[in-house]
């Protein structure tokens, strides 16, 4: 079966997450620097059957793009469609999603150093970013009683 790959695109480290099979959850995979980004997929796709990727949509507060990073994204958004044009890529408002990724890291009790770390940082901000899109992407299963 096909995943879907979340992706937390940084200038310097990009965050990057995955779905389980059946595409309800999503996991922490990675965090990688951005130059290496379309190596790591070459390798990456040989092994994992991706459908489609959800890339973060950055923006300020008042629901404007934050252009330079957009501008950036945008790059990489035709690199990747060019090069794997089977995949779909969708978008998805990442506002908030470094704060909400710090504060999961200080309720599992990382030290500050490790906080530090964009590395982590960006990875769990990724898997924010793809869970919050299943949870808005798949229909709500009914309780039965």
């Not at 507060?61 to 044009?85: A, S």
């Not at 960006?122 to 299943?134: C, E, V």
């Amino acid at each position: 079966m096909s995943k879907i790959l979340g992706i937390d695109y940084g200038k310097i480290i990009t965050g990057l997450s995955i779905t389980d099979s059946q595409k309800i959850f999503a996991f922490g995979l990675n965090a990688i620097p951005t130059q290496d980004l379309m190596n790591f997929f070459k390798c990456f796709l040989v092994y994992e059957k991706i459908e489609k990727i959800v890339v973060g949509l950055p923006k300020k507060l008042n629901n404007q793009k934050e252009i330079l990073v957009e501008i950036e994204i945008q790059k990489f958004i035709k690199k990747f469609h060019i090069k794997y044009p089977k995949i779909r890529i969708e978008r998805l408002d990442e506002r908030f999603t470094s704060k909400i990724a710090f504060s999961t890291m200080i309720k599992l009790g990382l030290k500050k150093k490790k906080r530090r770390e964009k590395i982590i940082l960006n990875q769990i901000s990724a898997t924010i970013i793809l869970q919050s899109y299943l949870t808005l992407t798949n229909p709500k299963k009914e309780k039965k009683n």
